[in-house]
């Protein structure tokens, strides 16, 4: 079976969507906006789960980090108490990665999408082809548009991570500058895409944070342990080893 068939498939879901909300009278910018949420509704079950396993994982944080100092010598022992700990408490750690890995083949859809003569062809025979001020989107930005359209990404992005943060979700390390250098990493991208791409991106990440938003609402504040927490959890410290004595005559 050749590629040509599968990307097809692959592209022609997508735009069957966009087409179908542009049928039903909205612009193509908004028809792209409604296909963004459609995908992000579809995965809302996933997206809830992993909101809820980062608040469970930060609520037993003390215990983690028990482990942690526990069998700090041995890597591959505290790999293991660790994923007895999260089987223990039914955590997936890598649950948070679920929807975005789902959002990724919508992505490169879109970018194929909009980038297929089928799809050129039916938004330049149905005008306008561009939206709010955006000139068109299938063609990257120019000029002042990619500038506001790089700013919009960027705040949104950082916004959606902010939220994160405000609603107590623990961010360390690595989760940190993902969070907050991607979107700076990214912004370039938005100067050579087609624009239609950069309504898709700024669109998801307004739907992350009115997730944060109604999840906190939904199930209250995050429980954050308090530093009376953190250090009950912490194992005792090693009893101090008794000094031998020496054994020897005395002349």
């Known amino acids: 079976m050749s590629f040509l068939p599968i990307a097809s498939i692959f592209t022609d879901i997508p735009e069957a ?4 909300f542009h049928d039903l009278g909205l612009g ?4 792209i ?15 809830l789960k992993q909101i809820k396993s980062m608040r469970a994982m930060q609520a037993l944080q003390p215990q983690l980090k028990a482990i942690q100092a526990k069998h700090k010598d041995d890597k591959q022992r505290q790999q293991q108490e660790m ?3 999260y089987q223990e408490n039914e955590i997936n750690p890598l649950a948070s ?4 890995l789902l959002q990724l083949p919508v992505f490169i859809a879109l970018y194929y999408m909009l980038k297929g003569d089928n799809f050129q062809d039916d938004v330049l025979e149905s005008p306008p082809i561009g939206w709010l001020g955006i000139d068109s989107l299938i063609a990257p930005p120019e000029g002042t548009t ?6 919009l990404f960027i705040v949104t992005q950082l916004g959606a991570g902010l939220a994160m943060a405000a609603r107590g979700q623990s961010m360390e390390g690595p989760q940190k500058y993902i969070i907050f250098g991607l979107p700076f990493l990214f912004a370039p991208f938005v100067a050579s895409f087609e624009a239609g791409l950069s309504v898709y991106w700024i669109s998801t990440n307004l739907w992350t944070l009115g997730q944060q938003q109604f999840v906190h609402y ?3 504040p995050m429980k954050v342990p308090t530093a009376e927490e953190i250090e009950a959890a912490k194992p005792p410290p090693p009893p101090p080893r008794k000094k031998k004595k020496k054994s020897g005559r005395q002349r």
Request: net charge positive; proline share 8%.
């Open 17 to 20: 969507i966009v087409v179908f």
């Open 33 to 47: 906006v409604a296909l963004t949420f459609t995908v992000r509704l579809a995965i809302l079950p996933l997206s």
């Open 28 to 31: 193509w910018g908004p028809a």
């Open 97 to 100: 990665c679920f929807p975005l």
């Open 146 to 151: 990619t500038i506001v359209l790089i700013v």
């Open 83 to 85: 994923m007895r700990f």
């Open 218 to 220: 939904l199930l209250g």
